[in-house]
């Protein structure tokens, strides 16, 4: 079970660094096209995306203590969405070791841990940057 799901986030993050790559070479992030953006469908799907961060954001809340991890995760999520979520759940799922852990990786708490947040947060602002170019 474990391998299965760190596979299944591993594929989520290649997934998401792949599609966004294609989509970033191929369209400026900001040049979505006025019809698209206004859609209906379009705006559901956003809000629907973004409240899925918010609610997993929360149980980054509940697992790390600090204030400046749990800043730097929120800007990574609301920023990157699944690339920073699946990356979350594989530093999860690689503190583990068998299935018998699973309870306490879902309500154990961590000490606070900068490194990828932060290294998240940078690569979201190269994003805006170079997507606003």
């Known amino acids: 079970m474990i391998i ?35 859609h209906p469908w379009f705006v559901a799907t956003l809000v629907d995306a973004y409240w899925g961060f918010v ?6 809340v ?12 929120f800007f990574a999520v609301m920023l990157l969405g699944n690339i920073a979520m699946a990356s979350f759940a594989l530093r999860e799922l690689f503190r583990i070791r068998q299935v018998s852990e699973i309870p306490s990786l879902l309500a154990s708490r ?12 940078l690569l979201s602002a190269a994003a805006l940057i170079l997507g606003s170019l």
């Open 110 to 121: 961590n000490e606070s841990s900068l490194p990828l947040p932060a290294v998240l947060c």
């Open 55 to 60: 609610c997993f954001y929360l149980w980054i």
């Open 4 to 38: 299965l799901l760190r596979l299944l986030f591993v594929l989520v993050l290649a997934s998401m660094l792949a599609v966004t790559s294609w989509a970033s070479l191929n369209c400026a992030l900001f040049s979505i096209p006025p019809a698209v953006a206004s």
């Open 62 to 73: 509940w697992k790390e203590k600090g204030a400046l991890s749990r800043l730097l995760w």
